[in-house]
């Protein structure tokens, strides 16, 4: 069933000479002064020979700390029991001596960070050849010449001279494919990929995943996968296991796992995730509760606490990972088996053609704070309380202002807008040496109650538009007004009474709120610096955590006692504080894992219908946008390239831009992911400091590169396009557009 | 900290009700992070009692500080003279009461007043940046390059300020502020650049609000650090100055004087040199350990309140 997504030269079945890697009851547990930590519990796994395997998990699962372990990785206060066979050979509890052969050599390991991950005072030539010469008695000639092969595997171009450049001078998607190449060198039987792509843009990504999978073809190696997309998953593996609180709780071919999940939490977690493939009518399903802490874990299931099928049983008795072939024969999972699907749930019979939305609710309130359905229903209700409340209070402010239009009214309007940031010299003079490019030249207009979101890879100058239109940062030229009135060049005291209906929330729920404030304090803030007394900002803050979906009770408690789902409810609520009219969402999910970020996602969608807000939508990530825009603008170095519906953009890109970068997005569904059509980019994101000439996108440009005559060439390279009207408002700024359809 | 309670845990299990700042205002919560700080409270008790001794004490002991004619010279610790006496004709244990008063005094107000004038100052210059910061920070450097000890004692003695413990315990701020407002500009460099300060300013805060309400709070921890070791700097700074004859002078007394007298009487006569030690010791420890106390107390993420 499914063969046809595998390499077929390792299709054939688990013979045990064919295992390369045997992970066998494997627990680490670190010790703390409140007791031990149980990071990993009993894993066991098999690696087939040039197989690839998925795990993933949320932050904290153990997918991390599993691999470590097998690399020999962790301090040494950590406990490891259980067994890890390479090639036969037991590596867990090897001396550091003995395990330095082997690490490089048979087994290696990519890291997230290819920052720090890379030596920045040796040349990469030379830290790729010393990883060769600490296994092979080579001359440094040849491992000078190995070096080279392998960038060149890896689709370094101009390899030769990337030899002698040093890492700070390599951009990321780079470095990760010389640490790629690193892993590479000694033909290893295993790579363990640990969140390879995380850091990265996803055109980048999509590159770097393919110098993955070259490197595998390379070396035959099997390669263990550990993200936490599961979009990349459904491209990259062909087997998945599901971790959760240190257990695998699922595992199974990705198709099988995918399209037939057997446990609630792999279910829950492909229900609350926006899919690029998805509808927009469709509300996410966020799980209820967060994952359990370690140190306190349930007695039974470990998702017992949040699943919404839990019985008795499921909290008394922890279930063992067990076949899911349909009929009632649960015997245990054959040791070694590697082609069946195995799940950790007493009733995964009853999951049979589940969908998520049958098990879980789409709800908006705060899923992380509430334990059962009756809880939930309770706060659901005070939530629908509040938002009465809210909005009879903002009727009364807003009432008089607005009249009987019908038109939806342009709040904020945006033209030509231009902001540089100068390059300064170091040294007493500071002078003005250059300048980054960060908006060049962006209009956009956002009408009342709608969401435009502004999408691009990072340094594109998104977020600094953003915050241009706040007049947070002073623009350069260009204008932006708000309701016909004029923002630019007005001071700090003119726009403070305007602050009241623009407000921001941020990225970062960590960074976003002062650890020192109580929760009250930080969402009264804005009330008190607009003269709010103290007796009414109270009240205004109990009903605002109502309304984002929190219990009001926890308004003394400082940010550092919530979790990032909750800090960010926070945020909202304190930029809803002031009843405004429009707020900018500077990538208000990006930072929040996925069955968190679902319930964010349908708290921001119900309070701009209950509340008519406005939405300024930044972010990187499609499939979000896809979910709560009704329109898109694509950015790309400081220009805006395509704008238009969501519908628009989505079902008929036109952009060679947007269309490489809906398709670098993975899907998680295994099928679509494998078969669909690429628009693959070859390079980064050149420096704002400098773009071409031209069109900015040109020296990424696949049509540029390969469909385009010379003569065509040069008007891209002289002629910067215009953002041209494609008829029914889609408008991109591409001499030779042409839409495609690509979902 | 890391016990990873979510406050979703209250609303789950009413019946189980963590008692942590959730039931208290945040002074009250303060407060007792600091009751339950033991080394703080153990110094916080000692300073007080060496307070008590330095300003209370006095009223009931007997001698004074000056030089009596019935005080025999060179008498070691015992009978009247619980401390010893001085070749002079000083009764120590009076000495030592009016010297660390006096000590107190001037190590108390410099840190006072360097700490609210360098935290300020290296506040706004951080906050604002660009020429305002390379501007403000030009001045810092200026004092901080002049030797502290050589250019209090070039004011004090072209002053005369010498005689009393205010005018030195200003001289000495002068020059000792700028320490402070280099360690607050370094923490609101980094702080400034957090997404709560945009937040902020996003809603119309103004600069001095931010300063006050944001930046100065979560420096708290440098700053009480810096300001403790300010006391210490500046019972040093005293007792040089004393030394070089332009801080407090005879007949009045500090510890730092006393300490520098007896220099030479360390092995010959001990009592004269190790009570004014010790002392000094203690007020510099004590301080110390009542800063980590507060900074900890301050800080909403160190501890929990434990009951």
Same mark, same amino acid.
Request: proline share 6%; net charge negative; glycine share 8%.
């Given at each position: 069933?499914?063969t046809?997504?595998?390499?077929e030269?390792?299709?054939a ?7 390369v890697l045997?992970?066998d009851?494997l627990?680490v ?5 409140d007791?031990?930590l ?5 894993v066991?796994?098999?690696?087939r020979?040039?197989e ?7 932050s904290?699962?153990g997918?991390s700390?599993?691999?470590m372990?097998i690399m ?8 490891v ?7 036969g050979?037991e590596?867990?509890g090897?001396s550091?001596?003995e395990i330095s ?8 390991m990519?890291?997230?960070d290819?920052?720090t991950?890379?030596?920045?005072v ?6 790729i050849?010393e ?7 080579v ?10 092969e ?7 171009p101009s390899?030769?001279q990337?030899?002698?450049?040093y890492p ?6 780079m470095?990760q494919?010389?640490?790629?190449a690193?892993?590479?060198a000694n033909?290893p ?7 390879p792509?995380t850091?990265?843009?996803v055109?980048v ?12 073809r390379?070396t035959?190696?099997a390669l ?13 593996v062909?087997?998945?296991?599901v971790m959760?609180?240190g ?7 990705v ?6 999940p ?5 279910l829950g ?5 926006p899919?690029?493939?998805g509808?927009r009518?469709?509300?996410?399903t966020p799980?209820?509760?967060?994952p ?5 874990l349930?007695v039974?299931?470990g ?5 919404p ?6 909290h008394?008795e922890?279930?063992r ?11 245990a999972?054959?040791?070694g088996?590697?082609?069946?699907h195995t ?5 995964s019979?009853?999951?049979v053609g589940?969908e998520?939305t049958?098990?879980?609710?789409p ?6 704070g509430?334990?059962s359905?009756?809880e939930?229903?309770?706060a ?8 009465e409340e809210y909005?009879e209070?903002?009727?009364a402010?807003s009432?008089?202002a607005t009249?009987g239009?019908t038109?939806?009214?342009v ?5 030509d807008?231009?902001?540089?940031f100068p390059?300064r010299?170091?040294?007493l003079?500071r002078?003005?040496v ?11 207009d956002l009408r009342?109650?709608?969401?435009l ?6 340094g594109?100058g ?5 915050r241009?239109l ?8 260009g204008?932006?007004?708000?309701m ?14 305007l ?12 960074a976003?709120l ?5 929760v ?12 709010r007394?103290n007796?009414?900002?109270?009240d205004r803050?109990?009903e ?5 979906g ?7 408690r ?7 789902g909750?800090?960010?409810r ?6 809803l504080?002031l009843n ?5 969402l500077d990538?208000?999910?990006s930072?929040l894992?996925v069955s968190?970020q679902?319930?964010?996602i349908?708290?921001l969608?119900d ?7 406005s939405?300024?939508f ?6 979000v946008v896809?979910?709560i825009?009704?329109?898109v603008?694509?950015m790309?170095?400081g220009?805006?390239v395509?704008t238009?519906t ?5 079902s008929?890109?036109?952009h060679?831009y947007?269309?490489a ?6 899907l ?9 059509e690429?628009?693959i980019v070859?390079?980064?994101?050149p420096?704002?400091a400098?773009?071409?000439s031209g ?7 696949p049509?540029?590169?390969n469909?385009?005559s ?6 891209c390279?002289e ?6 009207d494609r ?7 591409c ?8 979902i | 900290?890391?016990?990873n ?10 019946a189980k009700k963590?008692?942590d700042?959730?039931d208290?205002t945040?002074?009250q919560?303060?407060? $007792?992070r600091? !009751?339950?700080h033991?080394? /703080?409270?153990?110094?916080l008790?000692?300073l +007080?009692?060496?307070?008590l001794f *330095?300003f209370v004490?006095?009223?009931f002991?007997?001698w004074?500080?000056t030089v009596?004619r019935?005080?025999?010279s060179n008498q070691?610790p015992?009978?009247?003279?619980p ?6 004709g ?5 000495q030592?009461?009016?010297?660390a ?6 190590a108390f107000t ?6 609210i004038?360098?935290s300020m ?7 604002y940046g660009g020429?305002?910061d ?7 450097d200026i004092?901080l $390059?002049?030797? !502290?000890?050589?250019a209090? /004692?070039a004011i004090a003695?072209?002053t005369g +300020?010498?005689a009393?413990?205010? *005018?030195i315990?200003?001289?000495?701020a ?15 460099l980094s702080?400034r650049?957090q997404?709560?300060v945009?937040a902020?300013?996003?809603s119309?805060a ?5 300063i006050?309400r944001h930046?100065l709070p ?5 700053i ?7 006391v210490?700097i ?6 040089g ?10 007949p009045d007394?500090?510890l730092?004087?006393m ?6 009487a360390?092995s010959?006569?001990p009592w004269?040199?190790y009570?004014?030690?010790v002392l ?5 420890l004590?301080?110390?350990f009542?800063?980590?106390?507060l900074?900890?107390a ?8 434990r009951r």
């Amino acid at each position: 069933m499914t063969t046809e997504y595998m390499n077929e030269e390792h299709t054939a079945g688990a013979d045990p000479e064919d295992v390369v890697l045997e992970v066998d009851h494997l627990s680490v547990t670190f010790p703390s002064d409140d007791g031990p930590l149980p990071a990993v519990r009993e894993v066991s796994y098999r690696l087939r020979r040039g197989e690839a395997l998925g795990i993933v998990g949320e932050s904290g699962s153990g997918k991390s700390v599993t691999s470590m372990a097998i690399m020999g990785l962790l301090p040494k206060n950590a406990q490891v029991r259980g067994s890890a066979r390479l090639m036969g050979q037991e590596i867990i509890g090897l001396s550091d001596k003995e395990i330095s052969k082997v690490r490089g050599q048979k087994i290696a390991m990519i890291f997230q960070d290819p920052l720090t991950s890379l030596n920045p005072v040796y040349t990469i030539g030379y830290q790729i050849a010393e990883a060769v010469l600490a296994h092979k008695k080579v001359s440094k000639k040849a491992a000078m010449d190995r070096a080279l092969e392998l960038l060149e595997i890896v689709g370094i171009p101009s390899p030769q001279q990337r030899l002698k450049q040093y890492p700070h001078e390599l951009s990321g998607g780079m470095r990760q494919r010389v640490v790629i190449a690193i892993a590479m060198a000694n033909e290893p039987d295993v790579i363990i990929a640990d969140e390879p792509t995380t850091a990265l843009d996803v055109t980048v990504q999509a590159q770097v995943l393919d110098a993955l999978q070259r490197a595998r073809r390379e070396t035959g190696a099997a390669l263990v996968l550990i993200t936490h997309d599961l979009g990349v998953v459904a491209g990259q593996v062909e087997r998945v296991g599901v971790m959760y609180a240190g257990r695998i709780v699922e595992m199974g071919p990705v198709e099988e796992v995918f399209y037939r999940p057997r446990m609630p939490y792999a279910l829950g977690l492909l229900g609350s995730l926006p899919r690029l493939d998805g509808d927009r009518s469709e509300r996410l399903t966020p799980i209820l509760g967060s994952p359990p802490s370690l140190r306190d874990l349930p007695v039974g299931c470990g998702f017992a606490p949040r699943c919404p099928l839990a019985r008795e049983r499921c909290h008394e008795e922890e279930p063992r990972l067990v076949l899911t072939n349909g009929d009632t024969d649960r015997a245990a999972a054959q040791e070694g088996d590697t082609t069946v699907h195995t799940a950790a749930c007493h009733f995964s019979d009853e999951l049979v053609g589940a969908e998520a939305t049958d098990l879980f609710r789409p709800t908006a309130v705060d899923t992380e704070g509430v334990g059962s359905v009756e809880e939930l229903e309770t706060a659901e209700s005070s939530v629908a309380e509040a938002r009465e409340e809210y909005r009879e209070e903002s009727k009364a402010v807003s009432e008089s202002a607005t009249e009987g239009s019908t038109e939806p009214e342009v709040l904020l309007r945006a033209t030509d807008l231009v902001k540089h940031f100068p390059i300064r010299s170091k040294g007493l003079l500071r002078r003005k040496v250059g300048e980054v490019q960060a908006v060049s030249g962006i209009s956009l207009d956002l009408r009342e109650k709608e969401t435009l979101a502004l999408v691009g890879e990072s340094g594109c100058g998104k977020s600094t538009t953003a915050r241009l239109l706040l007049n947070l940062i002073k623009l350069t030229s260009g204008e932006v007004s708000y309701m016909g009135r004029p923002l630019q060049g007005l001071s700090d005291r003119q726009m403070r009474p305007l602050r009241k209906d623009l407000q921001l929330v941020f990225q970062d729920p960590f960074a976003s709120l002062d650890p020192r404030m109580t929760v009250s304090d930080i969402i009264a803030e804005p009330m008190r610096i607009h003269g709010r007394g103290n007796g009414d900002a109270k009240d205004r803050v109990k009903e605002l955590l109502d309304l984002v979906g929190l219990n009001p009770e926890h308004g003394s408690r400082y940010p550092h006692e919530f979790s990032g789902g909750q800090r960010q409810r926070i945020g909202v609520a304190r930029a809803l504080s002031l009843n405004p009219k429009v707020l900018v969402l500077d990538e208000p999910v990006s930072a929040l894992d996925v069955s968190i970020q679902a319930g964010v996602i349908n708290l921001l969608e119900d309070l701009q219908e209950e509340l008519g807000l406005s939405y300024l939508f930044v972010s990187h990530d499609l499939s979000v946008v896809k979910h709560i825009a009704d329109r898109v603008a694509v950015m790309y170095l400081g220009k805006m390239v395509e704008t238009a519906t969501t519908e628009q953009l989505f079902s008929a890109p036109a952009h060679p831009y947007t269309q490489a970068l809906i398709s670098a997005i993975p899907l998680p569904d295994p099928v679509k992911e494998r078969t669909r059509e690429r628009i693959i980019v070859t390079g980064d994101i050149p420096s704002p400091a400098n773009p071409p000439s031209g069109c900015r996108f040109r020296t990424r440009c696949p049509k540029f590169a390969n469909v385009l005559s010379d003569a065509q060439r040069t008007k891209c390279v002289e002629e910067p396009p215009e953002l041209m009207d494609r008829g029914t408002g889609h408008r991109d700024a591409c001499h030779y557009s042409e839409v495609v359809e690509l979902i | 900290m890391s016990e990873n309670a979510t406050p979703g845990s209250a609303r789950r299990d009413p019946a189980k009700k963590v008692k942590d700042s959730a039931d208290r205002t945040q002074l009250q919560t303060i407060m $007792i992070r600091f !009751l339950r700080h033991r080394p /703080a409270m153990i110094s916080l008790i000692v300073l +007080a009692l060496i307070a008590l001794f *330095a300003f209370v004490g006095p009223f009931f002991w007997m001698w004074d500080h000056t030089v009596y004619r019935e005080i025999p010279s060179n008498q070691p610790p015992g009978g009247v003279h619980p401390l010893g006496t001085s070749a002079a004709g000083h009764d120590v244990l009076g000495q030592l009461m009016r010297g660390a008063q006096q000590t107190l005094k001037v190590a108390f107000t410099v840190s006072l007043l360097s700490t609210i004038v360098g935290s300020m100052w290296g506040a706004t210059a951080g906050y604002y940046g660009g020429r305002v910061d390379a501007f403000m920070m030009r001045v810092v450097d200026i004092f901080l $390059i002049v030797p !502290l000890l050589v250019a209090a /004692a070039a004011i004090a003695g072209n002053t005369g +300020a010498g005689a009393s413990w205010y *005018a030195i315990a200003l001289i000495i701020a002068i020059f000792s502020w700028a320490t402070i407002a280099r360690v607050v500009r370094g923490v609101v460099l980094s702080l400034r650049e957090q997404e709560f300060v945009e937040a902020a300013r996003a809603s119309g805060a103004s600069a001095p609000w931010i300063i006050i309400r944001h930046l100065l709070p979560n420096a708290a921890g440098p700053i009480i650090v810096a300001a403790t070791l300010l006391v210490a700097i500046a019972i040093l700074a005293e007792a040089g100055m004393s030394f070089l004859g332009l801080g407090i002078q005879l007949p009045d007394i500090s510890l730092g004087q006393m300490i520098g007298s007896a220099r030479t009487a360390v092995s010959t006569r001990p009592w004269l040199f190790y009570p004014p030690g010790v002392l000094l010791v203690l007020i510099c420890l004590t301080i110390n350990f009542i800063g980590d106390g507060l900074r900890d107390a301050l800080d909403p993420r160190q501890t929990r309140v434990r009951r």
